[in-house]
């Protein structure tokens, strides 16, 4: 514990690259220790990856999306351009050698180890959602109305035995559902199509994505942290300090933490930490749902989106896009998402329609790097969660302030070590 008393005997500053609700998260938390954090983003805009996602906690979502025979399907979903998993004909070449460690972790070797992981990551992030909550005054952000899950057909609900048996063994909590009534309970006006569900009561929604940042960002700006529009170009070190060199001069710290979502493979790249980082991109549109109650977040399983409630308005969005960061957006994506939602919904009359999409940042294993750099332990990770970034966030804070304090992990640290992907790795 030496360096923990070393850290706490004077105040060390920390940059945190990465201003949306895990790099927030993080410098909460950092500051909570009594580290002096600043946060630097390249522009307000970025955090919209966070402020526009489908505001779920979805502590249940622990099966990586590289499952066992999905190789199989993802021809079929690939050649699809509006189908729930697609690759840009443009990105095909450059993304390959992802897809070639996303189809490795789908092997029956690799895969029950990841999923442990992921769970006990969820399971972690559980209890540091309630912590958060609870000292950031976030509880009344909070929608507790629990997730169904719909299935189209009575084959696909029993295809998804799987999930659900995943779900037991590590704890989650939910009811099958084999009839229009039993869903109609929890959720009326869905289409009479579906007769087939899952609920888990345990899920966690908050209001609004917006306004649960903002009020971490408030937290954070009242504990003494400051945020500034800096564009970080790349790290460098001395014996003792950290730079981070961006476009308007340097600046200098004892740590720096790398939360900059998508960008942030580059920045990792100037340490010497090549890590498979990729982006999914996210497509939505949030819209006035008319007289339509939606009760409880609603999940299609079989078409790959999601439909909630942000503020008084409803969010319709999902399915995965592999482009990179350059491509202009397909909102024709987001149109369809919008037609089937209205199929499966009849009543909805959807008013002032506004589209959006948003980056993912993506690992191949479907699990974030979290931890300090391979080559220089004063730069820790904290990005790649994919969708999961919201769920994930509070967890992920407490992780990177052990990792900083050099405190042990209360979950294994090697299956988010960004060491995993080196050339002597298997994955």
Known sequence: MRLLADLMSSKQNIIVIGS??????VGIALQEVGFQV???????ASQKASEGNAGAFAFADIVPLATPGIIRAAPRWLLDPLGPLSIRLSYAFSIAPWLMKFWRASWSDKFPALMEAQAELMALSRSA???QAALHRGEALLRREGQLRLYDTESNFLESASYWSACKEFGIGYTLLTSRHEINEIQPGLHNRFEHAGYTPDWVNVCDPKLWLRNLNDRFLSGGGFVEQRRARSLSFSSNKVTVQCDDGDLYCDFVVVAAGAWSKSLAQTVGDYI????E???????DPGEFDLRTHLTFADHGFVVSRVGK?????GAVELGGLEAPPNFERSRILLSKAKQFLPSIDPIGCEEWMGFRPSMPDSLPVIGASRKQPKVVYAFGHGHLGLTQSA??????RDTILGK???ISSAPFSAARFTRLSSI
């Open 276 to 279: 498979p980082l990729e982006t």
């Open 281 to 287: 991109r996210g497509y939505n549109t949030t819209f």
């Open 20 to 25: 949306g609700v895990i790099g927030i998260s």
């Open 408 to 410: 042990p992990w209360p």
């Open 38 to 44: 600043r946060i630097i983003d390249e522009q307000e």
């Open 313 to 317: 308005s409803m969010r319709v969005g």
């Open 395 to 400: 967890a992920t804070a407490e992780l990177v």
């Open 129 to 131: 959602l309630e912590r």
